[in-house]
Nanobody, 123 residues
Framework: QVKLVESGGGLVQAGGSLRLSCAAS????????MGWYRQAPGKQRELVAV???????NYADSMKDRFTISRDNAKYTVYLQMNSLKPDDTAVYYC?????????????????WGQGTQVTVSS
């Protein structure tokens, strides 16, 4: 019912920047929380940052000084600006949406995940 599509990943040198985007599509009334998670090879998926519809944010401690999350509520889109990237930031980055309310039924549906976008930082 709700689809998330990420874009903006790629290969970048250490110290560089990337901006990820994630757009939600479907018959949506509102989305409470949107965010980014990442999973590196051999590791568990971890929180990067989340943002509520009111603009409240939460970051993983190791990323809050380098990454900035933002969203456009009207477009159901969340962004992640990543600066000063390090090789340890290499991972698949996943978009997440929670508290999704459908437009006509006003039913809250389960959380949705994007397919992931690869970010590779070379040293």
């Amino acid at each position: 019912q709700v689809k998330l599509v990420e874009s903006g990943g790629g290969l970048v040198q250490a110290g560089g920047s990337l901006r990820l985007s994630c757009a939600a599509s479907g018959i949506i009334f509102s989305i409470n929380t949107m965010g980014w998670y990442r999973q590196a090879p051999g590791k568990q998926r971890e929180l990067v940052a989340v943002i509520t519809s009111g603009g409240s944010t939460n970051y993983a401690d190791s990323m809050k000084d380098r990454f900035t999350i933002s969203r456009d509520n009207a477009k159901y889109t969340v962004y992640l600006q990543m600066n000063s990237l390090k090789p340890d930031d290499t991972a698949v980055y996943y978009c997440n949406a929670e508290g999704i309310i459908l437009r006509y039924s006003r039913i809250t549906v389960p959380a949705s995940w994007g397919q992931g976008t690869q970010v590779t930082v070379s040293s």
